[in-house]
């Protein structure tokens, strides 16, 4: 909507067409599209693919994404644990006036968790880097939710 009307249907055909040439604010976008359901039937399993593919390329949002899904258990088996180690990775990699805003999220679920428990996962996504593959747990936890045999 910069400059444009905003109109989720039209804007799908065009990151579609962008996500698969492999831009991955494109593959995070329609992802998120998905999981609204704006401009396009809602697909919670195929925003989980789209999102895995734009955070296996390190897309910070799409990172926070996943760790949402793990939070809320609806696309992928609810895991505090897993939520906050992809927040941390996304948040770590977010442009720094972004982060502000997106730390409130994680917070609300670390005083869900031991502070041991969460300086440990903090210190593992410490190590985590994208890649082609990096997010096979990931994906397999979405196809077990959504009964899908890979």
Do not use: C
């Amino acid at each position: 909507g910069d400059g444009v009307t905003q109109d989720e249907a039209k804007a799908f055909p065009l990151l579609t067409q962008a996500a698969n040439g492999g831009a991955p604010q494109a593959m995070q976008e329609l992802g998120e599209l998905y999981f609204t359901g704006q401009g396009v039937a809602q697909d919670r399993y195929q925003g989980m693919i789209w999102t895995i593919r734009a955070g296996e390329k390190g897309a910070p949002l799409a990172l926070i994404h996943i760790g949402r899904e793990y939070a809320s258990g609806v696309s992928v088996p609810k895991d505090l644990s897993k939520a906050v180690f992809f927040m941390t990775i996304g948040i770590q990699h977010a442009q720094p006036a972004r982060r502000n805003a997106l730390l409130p999220a994680l917070e609300n679920i670390t005083r869900q968790m031991s502070a041991d428990d969460v300086k440990k996962i903090q210190q593992d996504a410490q190590k985590w880097g994208p890649g082609q593959g990096a997010l096979a747990q990931v994906l397999a936890d979405a196809n077990a939710q959504h009964g899908k045999v890979p």
